[in-house]
């Protein structure tokens, strides 16, 4: 038992030596990276989507898009306007980690981009323990999966500095209570910064756009 | 590199073992052993809720309700009726494993008890590695997830027997294709038994309970 233990801190220490490279990296870059986080079908591909969509002429973005298997996410982005998309399939793996995007990372042109997102494996539970290099994680939650997910899965949100409540043009069609899911979110993590939105219905976005932008203005403005 | 795999082979091969002796022991008293395994918030929760309700009295139902943290869930089947909930709070595991199963089984009274539904951890990746001695795992997603979820997390829909696609009241209100996401499970896995429910507003659910109706027959009729 105690062997296992051993391996294990030696991987997450190899991982996070990783990480830390690519946040220099992309830090000497002054590229926002988010690294975004949920269940699987919460809506992470929806909202770069619509991020791609509206700031693509305005910002600079990279994404790069993990899953087990397919490059659906990534052919989705690429249609929907991303120029600079690159899939990691992981071939099994539950989560992205930092080797996998130094990896990607290196085939990709970062000249000039102002943010990277990071799409990692819809999984609540595993991406949480590894650190990808990036500023923060984003974790979105839709209205259909339960008020209670923060405190089911208390990591993911405790480690993530923004929450993402989609699908809230389906409030009221289940038992979903979103003031009660925000007390869940902010008993396990009191500095959440929380948007309410529906990428399908295009509300509460504009929030959301305003947002990164300031990310942006704000690491530009670093000497 | 090499270490790593070993020790990880060393640790699925006691799982294996400890799976096989459960499978033993639930066959030799005729208990049908379900791993409802699914995202979290797709239903699985709510799936056994309603059975407790509708086949409390028709059958002896004992469940095993696993989570990272809290027994949100154990407490939610307690109060539909189950009179044999054991939860198990992994603590950050992202999947259940067979000692977790052994240790609950311990502890549990199984005399007379016709269905055991063992309630995993929401993860649509890590789960479907562990064996848990079930008869069969039961995979779950609902109609807000994303169609395309069974090409994109394979190795659950192969490696499970019986397909839920829930929240079917919710069908038209996003771009979910029930008939894509049928053909997408059946791609992975052409021999899925499906069934198309809605918890909430209990349809589609005869069927289901039909099916665990036979699953008991068979068992005890088994010599």
């Given at each position: 038992m105690s062997k296992k233990i051993t391996v294990e801190k030696k991987v997450l220490s190899e991982n996070d030596r990783l990480a830390a490279d690519i946040r220099k990296k992309l830090e000497k870059q002054k590229i926002v990276t988010l690294n975004l986080v949920s269940s699987p079908g919460s809506g992470k591909t929806s909202l770069l989507e619509r991020t791609l969509k509206e700031l693509g002429n305005k910002f600079n973005m990279a994404l790069i898009a993990g899953d087990v298997q397919t490059e659906n996410d990534a052919d989705r982005l690429k249609r929907a306007g991303g120029k600079n998309v690159r899939p990691v399939i992981t071939g099994g793996a539950c989560h992205l980690d930092a080797r996998m995007v130094t990896r990607a990372l290196d085939e990709m042109n970062l000249k000039g981009v102002d943010i990277l997102f990071i799409e990692n494996v819809g999984n609540l539970v595993c991406p949480s323990s590894y650190d990808?290099?990036?500023?923060?994680?984003?974790?979105?939650?839709?209205?259909?999966?339960?008020?209670?997910?923060?405190?089911?899965?208390?990591?993911?949100?405790?480690?993530?500095?923004?929450?993402?409540?989609?699908?809230i043009d389906l409030l009221g069609l289940s038992n979903f209570d979103i003031k009660q899911a925000e007390k869940n979110a902010r008993t396990i993590?009191?500095?959440?910064?929380?948007?309410?939105?529906?990428?399908?219905?295009?509300?509460?976005?504009?929030?959301?756009?305003?947002?990164?932008?300031?990310?942006?203005?704000s690491k530009k403005g670093k000497k």
């Amino acid at each position: 038992m105690s062997k296992k233990i051993t391996v294990e801190k030696k991987v997450l220490s190899e991982n996070d030596r990783l990480a830390a490279d690519i946040r220099k990296k992309l830090e000497k870059q002054k590229i926002v990276t988010l690294n975004l986080v949920s269940s699987p079908g919460s809506g992470k591909t929806s909202l770069l989507e619509r991020t791609l969509k509206e700031l693509g002429n305005k910002f600079n973005m990279a994404l790069i898009a993990g899953d087990v298997q397919t490059e659906n996410d990534a052919d989705r982005l690429k249609r929907a306007g991303g120029k600079n998309v690159r899939p990691v399939i992981t071939g099994g793996a539950c989560h992205l980690d930092a080797r996998m995007v130094t990896r990607a990372l290196d085939e990709m042109n970062l000249k000039g981009v102002d943010i990277l997102f990071i799409e990692n494996v819809g999984n609540l539970v595993c991406p949480s323990s590894y650190d990808l290099g990036e500023d923060m994680k984003v974790v979105l939650m839709s209205t259909t999966e339960g008020d209670d997910k923060p405190l089911k899965y208390p990591s993911m949100f405790r480690r993530s500095s923004v929450l993402i409540i989609n699908k809230i043009d389906l409030l009221g069609l289940s038992n979903f209570d979103i003031k009660q899911a925000e007390k869940n979110a902010r008993t396990i993590n009191a500095d959440l910064k929380v948007f309410e939105i529906s990428c399908l219905k295009e509300t509460g976005l504009e929030a959301w756009y305003d947002w990164l932008g300031n990310q942006v203005t704000s690491k530009k403005g670093k000497k």
